[in-house]
């Protein structure tokens, strides 16, 4: 099966602090990562220097808010970050103190990005989002 360009997934790389319940923290490349064939979500991927990822799966839709005012009341929170950092904090878990603080420039490409594409990718996966509902509510 040939894949088109706009069915590749979309990844931004940048660089986030890692805040720790101490006040400590320490600088970790990170990507962005948008999926077409899971239109709804971004996944935020911490790349450890011993080649270990770690990542968190969210609706995309809090960086994109979570740039102007605090959203997000369950696992995922993200609001402007502190001053004097230019971008946002993401707070991993409710019981969690870790925070990630990304730069708004890459935070603002990868929404920017994902923003123009998102449309068309839900209608192309509608068929199969309805199909899920049907089997899930017929119980069958």
């Given at each position: 099966?040939?894949?088109?360009p706009?069915d ?5 790389g ?11 923290g320490?600088?970790v490349?990170?990507e ?81 990005k994902?923003?123009g ?24």
């Amino acid at each position: 099966m040939t894949r088109r360009p706009d069915d590749a997934q979309l990844t931004v790389g940048t660089t986030g602090f890692v805040v720790l319940a101490e006040g400590e923290g320490t600088l970790v490349p990170a990507e962005l990562v948008y999926r077409p064939a899971d239109c709804l979500a971004a996944r935020l991927v911490l790349l450890g220097s011993d080649g270990l990822a770690v990542g968190w799966t969210f609706a995309w839709e809090l960086l994109a808010r979570g740039l102007m005012s605090p959203v997000g009341d369950g696992d995922i929170a993200v609001r402007p970050a502190p001053s004097p950092v230019d971008g946002i904090e993401v707070s991993l878990g409710p019981r969690s103190a870790a925070r990630v603080w990304l730069p708004g420039d890459g935070v603002t490409e990868f929404v920017r990005k994902v923003h123009g594409r998102v449309a068309l990718d839900a209608r192309r996966i509608a068929p199969a989002l309805d199909r899920e509902l049907a089997t899930i509510t017929n119980g069958t």
